[in-house]
């Protein structure tokens, strides 16, 4: 992958462009591969209820495919609500927290969005083995506390048994003593993924960079913040002194 390295930016400061033949919709591209395509997005979807309340926009929508590549969606905001012709998934409906995995040449949609909405895409061309997701509540995961890392929990979301691919939700209790305390910002791990491909969205809370990078020393990041990272980048330690839950997709590109 040809992604770039990307430390945590606020991606608020990029603006909303629309989507070419998809009224309504908008999108802030945060990383691309240039020789793949593959791509990191945001994208906003307009409230349109009336669409939701006539059936002859809902026979009309649009049922996707992509056909050569993987794609996950997280809800960040908003609701959805499926018209497929998939009766597992008709006129079910979808709200922040919902995470889907497609595997190329699944079928998905048409989905409408009677209040908007707001989803972090990841769509990757590569070989993968992840199951096939179609959304459901990440709330009904329980969480799992980390190994060696006190204080941190985590719900895998979905894993390639082959490469160790995964996606997760990483929650980090608050640790305000921690920031405060001179003795543990030095004792901090710095964290390097040698083989994996690491993208980090913030969901909520609040994140303190205390590496020896002084590019990224002892800046904050919050929700809404991004990060791309290639193998081998080191990254941290990261404190969090209110507390933050992120949203990671950790990839081994063969």
Wanted: aromatic residues 10%; hydrophobic residues 30%; glycine residues 8%.
């Amino acid at each position: 992958m040809a992604k770039p390295e990307l430390e945590f930016f606020n991606t608020e400061a990029i603006p909303w462009e629309p989507i070419k033949n998809s009224p309504g919709q908008y999108e802030k591209i945060l990383s691309r591969d240039p020789k793949t395509g593959s791509h990191t997005r945001l994208l906003l979807s307009e409230p349109d209820f009336e669409k939701c309340i006539s059936s002859e926009e809902k026979s009309s929508a649009r049922v996707m495919c992509h056909k050569d590549m993987w794609e996950e969606v997280f809800v960040l905001s908003g609701t959805g609500f499926g018209v497929s012709l998939n009766k597992t998934f008709k006129n079910k409906t979808y709200q922040a927290g919902y995470y889907a995995c497609r595997p190329p040449g699944m079928k998905h949609g048409p989905f409408l969005h009677p209040t908007g909405a707001v989803c972090f895409e990841i769509r990757t061309r590569a070989k993968m083995a992840k199951p096939e997701l179609e959304f459901f509540n990440t709330e009904t995961i329980p969480w799992k506390p980390i190994k060696n890392s006190p204080g941190r929990y985590e719900k895998i979301l979905s894993r390639d048994p082959k490469t160790g691919s995964h996606t997760l939700l990483l929650l980090s209790e608050p640790d305000f003593e921690k920031c405060i305390s001179s003795e543990e910002k030095s004792s901090g791990r710095v964290t390097c993924h040698e083989d994996m491909w690491e993208e980090v969205f913030v969901l909520s809370g609040t994140g303190f960079g205390v590496s020896l990078n002084k590019t990224y020393k002892n800046k904050t990041y919050k929700a809404g913040y991004y990060a791309c990272r290639p193998p081998g980048m080191k990254h941290g330690p990261f404190l969090h002194p209110t507390g933050a839950v992120l949203l990671e997709v950790r990839m081994k590109i063969e």
